[in-house]
């Protein structure tokens, strides 16, 4: 039996549940409203999508280091209260998609939900999680997902804020495999993961700060020393030393490290290096932390 447009759009008026999972249940039942209906009722879908636009404020961000130090993945579950993000079954739910996200190379968090689950390729990542929003009585979804592969001369490391709501991952090269291996090396990556936690900079260096952002800073920086009645001579001048000071406080290379402000991390990295035999370059980090973009 054909299905229409109309036929599809019935069932979601009826179920909430979404158009592709609406267009494949009636594929499945032949065109059968009624069995369409139980069918998504079965699976969970029709449950877990009338939730979908609940506050889903709480959960647990989730990761694990993996390949022996040179990958990492992070994982943010969402659900809608604390009650449910603390029950062992939620745990489960996302130890599930952790160990999925493991074994994925998905680039984001969309290609990440729509592969087969691991261990369940009959359904997708995303149909898994809306069974388990079933099971929960919750709204729960996947809000984001990171994974780093380092390579041979690179290191990954971890931290995990014991609440379960934040954690970062940080990838660095080094100059030979024997550098990246070093315990140092291992050492270093855990502290600048750490330190991340703490400071929430907005890119490694200069570099990865958008030119745009630049700008803005530079505008309003200006527009402060105008208001101050400052020479226009010298707003220029004066704008940029204080996007310079921006870029120190908001970057991590040049941030005092939060173990000993009397270094910076740029200073962190230079000296492990040197206990590593070699030199470090710190590429990139994620930082994710329940609730925030």
Known sequence: MAITAKDVAELRQRTGAGMMDCKKALEEKNGDMNAAIEYLRKKGIAKAEKRADRS?????????????????????V?????????????GKIVTALLAHRIQSTAADTEAFLAEPMTGSPSESVEEYVKAAAAKTGEAVNVKRTVRFDAGANGQVGMYRHHNGKLSTIVQVTASSPEVANHEATKDLVKYIAEHIAATAPIAVDRRGVPAEKLEAEQRVAEGQA??????????EKIATGKVEAFLKDVTLMPQPWVRDA????????????????????VDRFARLQLGAE
């Open 78 to 90: 969402a659900c809608e209260t604390d009650f449910v993000a603390r029950n062992e079954d939620f």
């Open 56 to 76: 889903t404020s709480e959960g647990i961000v989730g990761g694990e280091v993996f390949n022996n130090g040179a990958s990492a993945a992070l994982i943010e």
């Open 262 to 281: 009397a270094i910076t991390i740029a200073q962190l990295v230079a000296d492990h290096g040197k206990k590593a035999g070699g030199e470090i370059t």
């Open 226 to 235: 105008r208001e101050a009645g400052k020479p226009e001579a010298m707003i």
